[in-house]
């Protein structure tokens, strides 16, 4: 089954520190563009990041830009996010998200995982 | 920054009829790169519709997408019980890939 599933949410302080990993199975993982996903509460979607394939491309969307960093570890099947200088208005549910097609650097997200709340919170 | 409005907010419909709704963009996106998804309470959004009109695997046809340049839209031909959920169209051709607001399609 092709399945990605988050892990590393939870509560934390303003200015503080936390690392999500999303670890895929069921595909060929280095193949794929992925991306991360999030969603405040009672709020609509927000695309954060995006690494393609190899990691040749990185994105971010601005508000996270210097605060955020997404990496993968292809051996490990596994994405990451790591944020730092937390704020109240990064407290969200994030998803990480696979891009549908093969070795593409953009696509439609046709993969995602159930989500990890992050709390930011004095 | 391609911003996408969808209208309307909510979309309250009785099962079995028709829903049409409206994604529009701040400046012309590729129909290669626009997508809807389907979003239900506690559940991570699912992939309706790619590329502004094809079907993702699984879909059924009562699902279309349709439209180019800056109007998009998602028609379900007949609303299924399982069908009210908020709908979120989606940019990917540029970044940041942008998400609409959602349109909420609820039981009247």
């Known amino acids: 089954e092709v399945q990605l599933v988050e892990s590393g949410g939870g509560l934390v302080k303003p200015g503080g520190s936390l690392r999500l990993s999303c670890a895929a199975s069921?595909?060929?993982?280095?193949?794929?563009?992925l991306n991360w996903v999030r969603q405040a509460p009672g709020k609509g979607l927000e695309w954060v990041s995006s690494?393609?394939?190899?990691?040749?491309?990185?994105y971010y969307t601005d508000s996270v830009k210097g605060r955020f960093t997404i990496s993968r570890d292809n051996a490990k099947n596994s994405l990451y996010l790591q944020m730092n200088s937390l704020r109240a208005e990064d407290t969200a549910v994030y998803y990480c998200?696979?891009?549908?097609?093969?070795?593409?650097?953009?696509?439609?997200?046709?993969?995602w995982g159930q989500g990890t709340m992050v709390t930011v919170s004095s | 920054e391609v911003v996408l409005t969808q209208s309307p907010g909510t979309l309250s419909l009785s099962p079995g009829e028709g829903a049409t709704l409206s994604c529009r963009a701040s400046?012309?996106?590729?129909?290669?790169?626009l997508a809807w998804y389907q979003q239900k309470p506690g559940q991570a959004p699912r992939l309706l519709i790619y590329?502004?009109?094809s079907r993702a695997t699984g879909i059924p046809d009562r699902f279309s997408g349709s439209g180019s340049g800056t109007d998009f839209t998602l028609t379900i031909s007949r609303l299924e019980p399982e069908d009210f959920a908020v709908y979120y169209c989606?940019?990917?051709?540029?970044?940041?890939?942008?998400f609409g607001q959602g349109t909420k399609v609820e039981i009247k």
């Open positions: 069921g595909f060929s993982f280095s193949d794929y563009t």
């Open positions: 998200a696979r891009v549908k097609a093969i070795l593409a650097p953009v696509g439609a997200f046709d993969i």
């Open positions: 989606q940019q990917y051709g540029t970044s940041p890939k942008t």
């Open positions: 690494i393609t394939s190899s990691s040749g491309y990185i």
């Open positions: 590329g502004a009109s």
């Open positions: 400046q012309s996106v590729s129909s290669t790169y």
